[in-house]
């Protein structure tokens, strides 16, 4: 604990001692004739990409005279205390540019963000990506990011069952092709869900609500008890279809590495997972080729790509930081160079059109390639109420135990999920 707090207050030091002498415009130059440079800076969450931002910064301050960009030390899981210290004491000095998430978060620190419809990289937002940074018509915040999930499938495999994943476009579909897949000599279950809570629930739901205009209508009446889950059309379709997947799959008995492992070694033809099983599927230097569909629900033939983490421009910053920090993120965003950091050196996958993807890994170039083509669903699962993953993940072991039919499996997650608004 007092590591963290020492952690803290250095940072907001650093942060102060910087923005201080940022603010004073004109008071430190050298000559008449030179212009003082704005400064710009930045504080974000992941860690893993510090250095690499470091050195996209300095590269973006060569390629002209009006701003310095300054990366501040990663804050990590911190910054959002850093922030909140920052913005309470003087606005005018906190970050220029900080990252945080949709969600709460946006409600959070709405009040201290500036619209950024003027960005050129605003206009290459991949589609349905800027939902989560908008307001009253207004962005007010550029995507760092995207992931995706779906069913990852192994094409060798289906090319042994004679499935062509093209044609896959109902649950029904799916399921006479687990039935082809289940009699491939090596094939321990042609689905595999993990079991880790979110693996098990939270994405596997999404998919109902992901295909519906106004999930985000639904779900509050849902938790709220004026709507059964029974009662909506798409979820109780859902259910029974996933009854009809049920004995062609691993009944979410695995780990998440269990999982993965089991798909790079050709026990499962499907996994019901996210670009961010590459790195577990690469352990294995797997030889078969692979892709990724959507769950086809609904006729769904989309994946399920959404992001959390946004940049935002402090709106009490000067205009100059302003105007110089919108230049940074459009560099980042639309110019060769700065793409460049963006997928080979963050090794992020783009939610932005105009990138070349080619040096992404397999499973990022799909995603890349589902949200270029705008088709993808949304992210829904972070409108469920919060903590609810347990308990609905308890209820999905006693879906797959068979101790509890389809109905009964939406009135135990209605259950939990008004409990949980009480609360």
């Given at each position: 604990m007092k590591k963290s707090i020492g952690l803290v207050c250095a940072i907001v030091?650093?942060?102060t001692t910087m923005a201080g002498c940022s603010s004073k415009s004109g008071s430190t130059q050298t000559s008449s004739d030179k212009k003082e440079k704005a400064v710009v800076t930045v504080i974000q969450n992941k860690v893993?990409?510090?250095?690499?931002?470091?050195?996209?910064?300095?590269?973006?301050n060569k390629t002209q005279n009006d701003v310095e960009v300054k990366i501040l030390g990663s804050a990590g899981d911190n910054l959002v205390t850093t922030l909140q210290s920052q913005f309470a004491s003087s606005p005018e000095k906190a970050p220029?540019?900080?990252?945080?998430?949709?969600?709460?978060g946006f409600d959070k620190f709405?009040?201290?963000?500036?619209?950024?419809?003027?960005?050129?990289?605003?206009?290459?937002?991949?589609?349905?990506?800027?939902?989560?940074?908008?307001?009253?018509g207004k962005l007010y915040g550029l995507p760092m990011a995207v992931e995706g999930f779906g069913l990852i499938y192994n094409k060798a495999i289906l090319n042994k069952a004679g499935v062509d994943p093209s044609s896959i476009k109902s649950m029904d579909d799916l399921a006479a092709a687990?039935?082809?897949?289940?009699?491939?000599?090596?094939?321990?279950?042609p689905i595999a869900f993990a079991k880790e809570t979110y693996f098990q629930f939270m994405h596997p739901f999404n998919w109902p609500f992901a295909t519906m205009s106004n999930y985000k209508e639904v779900i509050p009446k849902v938790i709220s008890g004026q709507t059964d889950l029974k009662d909506i059309k798409e979820v109780k379709q859902y259910a029974e279809d996933l009854a009809k997947i049920k004995?062609?799959?691993?009944?979410?008995?695995?780990?998440?590495?269990?999982?993965v492992a089991g798909f790079a070694q050709g026990k499962y033809a499907f996994i019901h997972q996210g670009n961010w099983a590459q790195s577990i599927i690469d352990d294995y230097k797997v030889s078969f080729e692979y892709g990724m569909i959507g769950m086809p629900t609904g006729g769904n033939t989309s994946i399920a790509v959404g992001n959390s983490n946004f940049f935002r421009v402090n709106k009490y910053a000067s205009e100059a930081q302003q105007k110089g920090a919108i230049a940074f993120l459009d560099w980042l965003f639309t110019d060769k160079a700065g793409q460049t950091y963006v997928t080979d050196k963050f090794k992020l996958i783009p939610a932005y059109n105009g990138f070349d993807t080619k040096n992404l890994n397999t499973l990022a170039k799909e995603v890349s390639k589902y949200s270029q083509e705008g088709k993808t669903v949304p992210w829904t699962f972070n409108l469920f109420p919060a903590g609810v993953d347990k308990d609905c993940a308890s209820a999905m072991e006693k879906f797959y135990a068979g101790q509890l039919t389809s109905d009964q499996l939406l009135d135990e997650i209605q259950k939990v999920w008004v409990n949980a608004a009480k609360k």
């Open positions: 030091l650093t942060l893993e990409i510090q250095q690499q931002l470091e050195d996209a910064a300095k590269d973006f220029t540019i900080f990252t945080c998430e949709s969600g709460s709405f009040n201290y963000m500036l619209p950024l419809d003027s960005a050129k990289a605003a206009k290459n937002i991949a589609k349905g990506q800027a939902d989560d940074a908008m307001k009253d687990c039935q082809k897949i289940a009699k491939v000599d090596g094939v321990k279950a004995p062609y799959t691993n009944l979410a008995k695995d780990t998440y590495d269990d999982q």
